[in-house]
């Protein structure tokens, strides 16, 4: 059974710093994709930012130069590292996991509140 942990939200003002961790157990962590998404009330869930397995990484354009995603295989754990925050920010932030069958898995979701 794969299950994934966010931790790592909160509330924080604009321009500063959040970093996100998902713990993921139940799968061969280095084997598989991982992603951030994020849903604002009355907003579709968007990806945010993606690391593939063989180290590719992609950001919506919105986020670029802001948000870092990096994966540590040894800890079964990727991060979202979150600067320069802004109000437009807010959401609840998923990581998912997509393994090396292509199902996905996702986390329970953690809140980022942005005050401006």
Known sequence: QVQLVESG???????????LSCLASGSIF?????????????????????????????YVESVKGRFTISRDNNKNTVYLQMNSLQPEDTAVYYCKLTNT????????????????
Do not use: C, F
Not at 9 to 19: D, E, I, K, P
Not at 35 to 48: F, H, I, M, S
């Open 101 to 116: 069958w292509w199902a996905d898995y996702w986390g329970q979701g953690t809140q980022v509140t942005v005050s401006s």
């Open 30 to 58: 280095s084997h598989s994709d991982l992603g951030w998404y994020r849903q604002a009330p009355g907003k579709q869930r968007e990806l945010v930012a993606a690391v593939t397995r063989g180290g590719s990484i992609n």
């Open 9 to 19: 939200g909160g509330l924080v003002q604009a321009g500063g710093s959040l970093r």
